[in-house]
């Protein structure tokens, strides 16, 4: 069963922030995490990959 979620918030080690949303299929990978999620800039599905090195932490939207 595909996990969706309404929205992925992301926090790096350099400070910065980034948010996802309408993210689907979430994996934890060995060296990072990947997902979909709908880019509203460009309008379009989109694939992401963070490397765990890069990310101090990420929370989900909950209902």
């Known amino acids: 069963m595909e996990e969706q ?3 992925l ?7 910065a922030t980034a ?3 309408d993210v ?3 994996r934890e990978l060995n060296e990072g995490i990947q997902f979909g999620y709908f880019g509203q ?3 379009t599905q989109r694939k ?3 490397l765990h090195a890069a990310i ?6 909950i209902d």
């Open 41 to 43: 800039s460009t309008q």
């Open 9 to 15: 918030v992301i926090w790096f080690r350099n400070g």
């Open 48 to 50: 992401a990959k963070f």
């Open 56 to 61: 101090a932490g990420y929370a989900f939207e």
């Open 19 to 21: 948010m996802f949303i």
């Open 5 to 7: 979620h309404k929205s």
């Open 24 to 26: 689907k299929d979430f």
